[in-house]
């Protein structure tokens, strides 16, 4: 019998996320977050404009208004605005308790 009480399955009603830090950021054209690596769980809003991300398992993936990017934990992602006037994104940054 498997005593360990770690559950296997784990529904959206049992996660309570604490957020860290949460951000608004207008971002201009070109800017970029090259390996942007970051120790917690980030979710990324995009708001307004055109960004695309890759991550060393993924390929470039375009991202426009109402996409929403997850950043793993301590792994690299690359973050380039593309266009956009303004162009914009939100950032949560949290744990999943």
Known sequence: ???NKIPRKITPEAVQPQVRMANYMPVEVGRSWLNHLVA???LVLIVSGVFTARDPDHVDTE???G???L?????PCDLVCQSGK???FSCLHL???
């Open 95 to 97: 744990e999943l308790i």
């Open 71 to 75: 950043i793993r934990p301590h792994h």
């Open 67 to 69: 996409d929403v990017l």
């Open 40 to 42: 917690d769980l980030e």
């Open 86 to 88: 303004p162009a914009a």
């Open 1 to 3: 019998m498997d005593k």
């Open 63 to 65: 991202l426009t208004a």
